[in-house]
Nanobody, 118 residues
Framework: QVQLVESGGGLVQAGGSLRLSCAAS????????MGWFRQAPGKEREFVAA????????SYADSVKGRFTISRDIAKNTAYLQMNSLEPEDTAVYYC???????????WGQGTQVTVSY
């Protein structure tokens, strides 16, 4: 199991930027990938971005392509989500998740709130 702690959320105006961090501990040596998900009020949790831990391959939801960048620092066991050109529609609780295999269930962090004002 992997323990995850997110940080970096906050309130920002539309067009602004934030960088989220997700620090992992525990069975980090066996991680296959880490991802970011978000859940807005009244909506289901949705995929935002993911990165494979060893190779660094990335994938993004269409809604954030070109605005968000996921990265990782293996030495620090930390993943990042750089969010630029933020829009009010990006307002949500952002969760970090990790899994050991592509078919494994994910371990989740507690979430961090991102609020984008007009």
């Amino acid at each position: 199991q992997v323990q995850l702690v997110e940080s970096g959320g906050g309130l920002v105006q539309a067009g602004g930027s934030l960088r989220l961090s997700c620090a992992a501990s525990g069975r980090t040596f066996s991680m296959y990938d880490m991802g970011w998900f978000r859940q807005a009020p009244g909506k289901e949790r949705e995929f935002v971005a993911a990165i494979t831990w060893s190779v660094g391959s990335t994938s993004y939801a269409d809604s954030v392509k070109g605005r968000f960048t996921i990265s990782r620092d293996i030495a620090k066991n930390t993943a990042y989500l750089q969010m630029n050109s933020l829009e009010p529609e990006d307002t949500a609780v952002y969760y970090c998740a990790a899994r050991e295999r592509v078919w494994s269930s994910r371990d989740w962090g507690q979430g961090t709130q991102v609020t984008v004002s007009y």
